[in-house]
């Protein structure tokens, strides 16, 4: 989770660093593993996000998120998505279409999806298709009709229940995954007062508490929280997230070299 793992290469002499750290995080997790690795092509370009829900194998496209912040690697960090998207109404209308077609050759019939998709020149290139809803706390930057959360339009869904009124309830919104600097131990978030200040926050969680150990990609696989943001345009809530982060002071302490039995 969290892109742990993600490694870019660009030559054989990266390929088989990547390969041996990437074996390394699989035996650190105690996964079972017989060693082989997922090879993908990198495919360049902006990266976007789509939620949505199948009915009886027909998407219904509940939110495409724009990724303003590159991801170009080596890691792939993720950090603000942003939604609606600010792409041209045919490109967005494309990736969607690219989402359904790749629901349908997967299978797929009911319920959420999250797809992730890279834009390159060519046109728009699908990177993943989960049977999922969005990861973390990010679904809490979705509200539809009159304040229904995306896991109860899930539930509705499964449970044949309606939902009298799906569309957002804000104009615009958006999440940021705060990430992780730096190897170390979690002293203290301070600023956050002001970060929640900010015209437009409409929440931030610190979820990794102080005296625990932080961890960055590509070992790494989780965040140290989630701000969030609404507004009038994707503009704003953008700008919010940014403003809010930037108030953050984030003290983290250097781990201490392990101790050795003499």
């Not at 949505?52 to 603000?80: C, H, Q, S, W």
């Amino acid at each position: 989770s969290a892109s742990r793992g993600v490694i870019r290469v660009d030559d054989g002499a990266s390929a088989e660093a990547a390969a041996r750290l990437v074996r390394t995080i699989v035996a650190a997790a105690d996964e079972a593993s017989d060693g082989r690795l997922i090879v993908e092509r990198y495919i360049p370009g902006p990266e976007i996000a789509v939620e949505g829900l199948l009915r009886n194998g027909e998407l219904e496209v509940l939110a495409v998120f724009d990724k303003p912040d590159p991801l170009d690697g080596p890691y792939f960090e993720e950090t603000i998505y942003v939604t609606p998207s600010r792409l041209p109404s045919t490109t967005v209308a494309e990736t969607e279409e690219m989402v359904a077609a790749a629901t349908g050759a997967l299978g797929l019939v009911e319920g959420p999806v999250h797809a992730e998709l890279r834009l390159p020149p060519t046109g728009p290139a699908v990177i993943e298709v989960a049977a999922r809803s969005i990861g973390g706390l990010c679904s809490r930057a979705l509200r539809f009709g009159l304040g229904v959360t995306l896991e109860e339009l899930i539930l509705r869904h499964a449970l044949a229940m309606p939902v009298r009124h799906r569309g957002r309830t804000w104009a615009a919104s958006g999440v940021m995954m705060i990430p992780i600097a730096r190897r170390g131990v979690l002293r203290a978030v301070r600023g956050r007062s002001a970060a929640r200040a900010v015209p437009g926050i409409a929440g931030l969680e610190i979820t990794i508490p102080p005296g625990q150990r932080l961890v960055p990609l590509p070992e790494g696989d989780r965040y140290l929280g989630f701000i969030f943001a609404r507004g009038a345009t994707p503009e704003e809530v953008e700008h919010a997230l940014r403003t809010a982060h930037g108030h953050l002071e984030i003290a983290i302490d250097p781990l201490l070299p392990e101790a050795h039995p003499a």
